[in-house]
């Protein structure tokens, strides 16, 4: 355990002094990229812990990414058109303040993730996986074929959202604020890891039988860990939009899906790290590949096929070492 | 609303339906038999279509590009199966699920780099363009008709294939107990590369005859796979039966509920609005078709116990 845990010491430091070096030295392009990083981080610790913990491989989680990007379009333009989202039969208006559209994105997530886990989990293995793509299309149909907020052309937020306190549309103030978001939702999965609830839900994914033998309820194990899971990406879904102050149907896509099992997987599942070092590859290879070649995807492709035929346990399985069980 | 157009929309639908079913015949067997879960069948789609347009292009000729469909898909097909799909069987779903995801990367953006990022056109033969008078006087495009043929006249092949054949026997065998017939002497790696290269030839094959009347583009597989992934989810995986009604229940309700929802809420909505709402919620109509079965069935209208 211990190179596990100076290897996450090490990420962290690294996520951190990376961007600091980069305000220091005026290179708000290297902020961007690691707040990205932090974002995609985010998005792929809430997959981890369906996928990780819970062995529930969800091919469709670009919905509570996207539905966690419009919760933010949808609030930010009716405040930015000064028009309430709707009057009858209460007044809600648009809102331009960040916890609050955290607050809103997690629930509107969550409540959807709820709902796709109701029907979906009845299914178990391959079915999952189909069930779970199917419905993210469905997201993603709908976004396009709904005009009201931009359709296909997606919604442009003009001015980031504001932190009480602090200057958003400055880089490293942004990142700070993901990078702060980031260790809260890891520390909170690092626990939620170890209680009860977190070894029931691993004792499910290894054998659910014999945990239902105890008299616990597997059904509604998965069915909390897919609404936790759901919430945290759109989470990162919210902070996504605001990072490009743009939302379009494009994060609904089922390419979005797949990139953000990419994330879990190239850093190594069920690694309370892996999403964050996974990202971070993620997005080198996107800089440094994607300068070389606009064909990029291919040598991803070449490498994520090596990862998954040699090296399973991802980059951490790589240096740490294989420590953790897999079943 | 008339008669003859509500007419020509269900055999659109159907013509959609049997489309379909060529994609999810292929990944439904490949499961079946395999256990394996095939992200890149659309991709095997798209190599089907992009070869059927280059020949085209090439001869002129529409016959010898359906050809050139199936011959590059099942060759694209069994390149893949011996190369990576062979090492993904007795892996679990989540590998399955990465390593064809890799793939597509491959195969698209490979195919972006060969032939650029512009779609592609193919020509509907001049044989088989141009309308045709169904009794009662309905109007219907010879080509699309020719296709819900085509399919039709597959399924009835795979059906015979399977119940008549050795080799369908042994694709049924494989599907009961893969480890028996290997034991009985069956090359099962060889059967394994067989059927795998048939599911590819069935997708590429249904890539060219619908890139006639779409366009050939990178990306047009994925939409695909995933209807065919509700096909599978409503008939019941490894159900051929179940594939064909399953495909051809999904191409009648986009269809009709594209053409119907409008004009349904048209009868007490504003005209605009009345296309807003039921266009998208036609959109999400199938999707919400296969909710409904998996509240009732959740394995799927045919299919046996989940595994």
Redesign the interface.
Known sequence: MRREALFNIALSALLLGVPLWAWIADEPYIITLATRVAIFALAGVGLNLALGLGGLVSLGHAAFFGIGGYAMGILASHAQSYSPIMEVPFLIQGTKSMPLIWLVAMLSSAFAAFMIGLLSLRTTGVYFIMVTLAFGQMFYYFAISWPAYGGEDGLSIYVRNGFPGLNTLDPIQFFAICYVLLGLVLFFSARLARSSFGLALSGARQNAERVQTVGIDTFRLRLVAFTLSGAITGLAGALFADLNRFVSPTMFTWQTSGEIMIFVILGGVSRLYGPVAGAALFILLEYVLGGLSEFWHIYLGVLLLLVVLFARGGLIGVLAGREVAHD | MSFILFIEQVLNGIQFGVMLFLMAAGLTLI?GVMGL?NLAHGSLYMVGAFAAAAVAKLTGSFLLALVASLGAAAAAGALVELL?IR?LYDRD???Q???T??????F???T??IFGSFPLFLDVPELLSGPVTLPGGIQYPLYRLTLIMIGLAVAAGLFLLISRTRIGIRIRAGENDREMIAALGVDISKLYTVIFALGAALAGFSGALVGAIQSVQVGMG??VL?LA??V??IGG?GSIKGALIAAILVGLTDTLGRFLLPVFFNTFMASSDAT?VG??L???LI?IL??GV??FK??GLFGEK??
């Open positions: 499961f879960i990576v090492r779903h989540l590998d699920v990465l390593a995801f890799a793939l597509i990367l491959i698209s953006e490979g972006r780099w994925e939409p995933i992934f509700v599978i989810v995986i807003t266009s998208a036609a959109s999400m999707y296969m909710a998996l509240l959740p394995s989940q595994g």
